[in-house]
């Protein structure tokens, strides 16, 4: 049931290639898979609701559609069409949840009771209204002194995962023989504060959504324990077990402890950091930060690997398992109705092409074009569905 959750090369361990140390400072790269399958999990765990008209995603909570009064007549009709045809709906949707017709769109708020959120379009791009938001697009920043050309924006760092004691509960560990264990968690925020004090002397103003390797929010696994047992139940497991066997246990993700611990350090991380971001921070940009790796094969009999590439991710690329929740479909109107998407993806493609310049790297190509759209010009650019770049309300580059 959840195993496909994972692309092949996800759950096995990692391989890496031969000096691993010094590859690691060379292309920046590594560790157990990373966002291959953040939201993965998502579409094929079926949440639990507080209460049975609520259709919302796992740990997410009723979405507040009047807020998007707000975005009244600040969009146009084509402009509306192409990011929903091209960016956030590639994958296609149910032909209730969104109508899109000439001088409105009606977004469907909730199935059972059959409430819709209508939308009226600007009749032409000078009559639009303004886009109501909290952080600034580079066109509205005060110009800037040539030494110091991000004087004024706000950059949030976001290490990806936690690294230190929790790096094997995360599965972003490894460890060659009895070598120093490589974490991802810890080599993130390691390339954060080496960055911190790069876009510093730049003139940016940097904060950190993550600067040691503490969680910010304060649940642990054991506060999900009820929940990871309705979670099974729910998902066909009638009788789930409290406990993981062992490593290689082939069921251990239908266990209360494998499915509470994600419940901890993905979703609700994830959504206290977004809530960090959304309500303290206040940033103009987000930059999240993986390290991804490929499958070792056996783990009794890891083999390196020389296989190398990068990516990075913008949101959108919605799954239609994904818009049938009715705060993921909330979520992508109010990110496409912000316009983030015209910030991050000419970022994106710059960030992109000065990587590419640097590592001499290939893109990375997803096996499937299942849960991505390749976007941009520089070919290394997909949009994706990732908690991080959803619940971030603001331009956000994954990276
Ligand atoms: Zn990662």
Redesign the pocket.
Known sequence: MMKECRSPNDKVSPRFPRGASDFVIRHLSLVRH??ICHSAFLLLLIPVALEAADNVSVLGSKPKWDVLEHYQETITRDEFAHLINDVYCTHGFAPDLIEVNTDTARILMNRESQSFFTLRFAKSDSSRDPVPRLWHSAKSLPSAKPDKPLSSLRIALDP??LGGEWAKMEE?WFQVGSTQPVQ?GDLALKVARLLAARLRELGAKVSFVRNNNEPITPKRPDDFRELARKILIKNGVPQPRADVLDPNDPEKEQTIRWQSEILFYRYSEIRRRAALVNFKLHPDLVLCL??NAEGWGDPNNPTLTDTNHFHLLVNGSFLQQELEYDDERFEMIRRLLSRAYDEELPLADAVATAMARETQLPPYQYPTTNSTTKVGASGYVYARNLLATRLYRCPVVYC
Request: aromatic letters at 24%.
């Open positions: 990373s966002f990806g995962h972003r991802e993986h390290f």
